[in-house]
């Protein structure tokens, strides 16, 4: 039997992602930042040459990111970007409004320190870059702090749900960043939702989870609130 070699019981295997797994991030980056325009469609010969992989895992990569709502698979007509209605944000918040509730009522019941300052900080950046004037600075420190929120549930699952749900707010936030609202206000909003999770209250917690999207789908889809 072979003696141990030195500091090689301490490797452990190698995490290797696989060429799809790559391809749909990759894919996924360009769609959530508005490269890809909602509608385009996404020719697996087109892609595979310009990554320079065939077309077996491309073909993956586009059906993953079927899977998670980025793209539609049309019979007879290929894959395209998906084009998001009015309806569709609602129901992107519909979905974001169960598992945020569930979140902050979980948070607001453990008061992990440790997630709550993760917070803060998220609320400190916002307020930071507030004064910068780039609605896309903010939208994406908004995004990150209901990442937070939903990551200190400690969910695996509610955390995979919410990573979809992510990437489909992204592309709402990218195509309709002229509705997005005062960058003042949304630290506010924030840092008000902060206040309440280390408070006692949890209704009132709910009640501004609530208003907070309840005002995001307004600004979203132009409707009028009054």
Known sequence: MKASQPGLDELTPVNLRST???????????????????????IEPQLGARLGVSRGPVREA??????????????NRGVFVVELDVADIMDIYTARRAVEREA???LHRGRSRHHLERLAAVVEEMRALADQGDPRLIAEQDLAFHSALVDAAESPRLSRMFATLLAETRICLANLMH????????????????????????????DAVNAHLDSAVRDLTGADGD
């Open 104 to 106: 902050a009522t979980l």
């Open 179 to 206: 509705h997005y609202p005062r960058q003042e206000l949304l630290v506010a909003e924030h840092q008000h939702l902060l206040v309440l999770l280390q408070g006692e209250d949890e209704q009132a917690l709910l």
């Open 62 to 75: 586009l059906q993953r990111l079927v899977q998670e709502g980025l793209l539609r698979n049309i019979p």
């Open 20 to 42: 799809p797994e790559v391809i749909a991030d990759r894919l996924r980056e360009q769609i959530v930042s508005g490269a890809f325009a909602p509608g385009s469609r996404m």
